[in-house]
């Protein structure tokens, strides 16, 4: 799926809704925790294609090695969960806000299990479904609607659960927390990478802030935590914390997770994430948007994701916040 040349234009609305659904987007952002939900679905609604054209189908960060390719370390970092989890055929797994199910696909394909993608995204879920399905996966990946503050799941269900960096998105980790404890069976391993503040961050200091407001706002956050939040909350969920650190620091010295947003092209297939290629995308957005060529709102859509990835440089750049904290947990026997 990775290799293919995807339209940055979102394909959720009918072009002429582009303009009410940043509109609404930015509503509901500023409603916080009590329209997460909302939030969260016309997010994605508006960014996935954008995400697709400049990221592929993992929609996340990664720790770089050098001499590696940028598709490599994102399926390592996939990988690494994996062989957290224990990961092998004949066990069930479930995949806490699998976007378009990249990450669900290499996990299968590398280990064997089945896992079972759990999305609040109508149109997200649609992608992941025909994507598993052209990649011959659709045997071992499954689709599940709903939000993971209610899992649509019995008690139980589940052997293992992991989650790439879909619960920032949540207003109660404890809850949600919670709610995968409830779905895993005795014994099982939650594993996640979270995005948090990092000790460095100085709630008192105005730049930190400032960035931490910046990248709530362009990834619909409604509260970035701590390092010391997730653990809480996982101990207050019920589950065994095995394991917590940054693995920021397991990337090779010159290559930090913010990288490939920062401004270094080296390939055709990055320049569209690199901070010249998103320049040279806002500029052609503007143009074509004068001309009536793509609706009205792409180019506002597009200044949410610059507003996203500008901060996201300038908070890791500063090593106030990192989008891979990684825990382990487990649910007690």
Not at 59 to 68: N, Y
Not at 159 to 171: L, Q, S, T, V
């Amino acid at each position: 799926m990775t290799n293919e040349i995807r339209s940055p234009l979102s394909k959720a609305n009918p072009p002429e809704h582009t303009a009410q659904a940043v509109s609404l987007y930015r509503d509901s952002q500023a409603q916080g925790k009590d329209e997460y939900a909302p939030m969260v679905r016309k997010f994605y609604e508006l960014v996935t294609d954008f995400y697709e054209f400049g990221w592929g189908d993992s929609f996340h960060f990664a720790p770089a090695k050098d001499g590696e390719s940028f598709e490599d370390s994102i399926a390592n970092h996939q990988h690494f969960l994996g062989d957290a989890m224990g990961l092998k055929p004949g066990i069930g797994v479930l995949d806490v806000g699998c976007g378009v199910g990249g990450p669900q696909r290499a996990l299968a394909k590398r280990f064997g299990s089945t896992i079972t993608g759990l999305n609040i995204s109508e149109y997200q879920i649609r992608k992941c479904e025909e994507y598993n399905k052209k990649s011959g996966l659709d045997d071992l990946c499954h689709v599940l609607r709903g939000d993971f503050m209610a899992i649509p799941a019995e008690d139980q269900s589940f052997d293992a659960a992991y989650h790439i960096e879909a619960i920032p998105h949540a207003p109660d980790k404890e809850a949600v927390y919670a709610e995968i404890f409830r779905v895993l069976k005795p014994g099982a391993i939650f594993a996640g990478y979270d995005w948090c503040m990092t000790p460095l961050y100085d709630a008192q200091n105005s730049t930190h802030r400032a960035i931490k407001e910046r990248i709530e706002y362009g990834n619909a956050l409604p509260q970035i935590v701590s390092f010391s939040d997730i653990a809480d909350n996982l101990r207050s969920a019920g589950f065994e914390l095995l394991e917590t650190h940054d693995r920021a620091s397991d990337a090779d010295p010159g290559l930090p997770w913010y990288r490939p947003l920062e401004g270094s092209v080296r390939s055709l297939k990055g320049f569209p994430r690199s901070s010249f290629g998103r320049k040279v995308s806002t500029l052609t957005l503007r143009i074509l948007e004068t001309l009536h060529a793509v609706p009205k709102g792409a180019l506002d859509a597009m200044d949410i994701l610059n507003i996203a990835a500008d901060s996201l440089v300038a908070g890791g750049r500063l090593g106030i916040f990192t989008p891979m904290y990684f825990h382990k947990a487990r649910k007690p026997i």
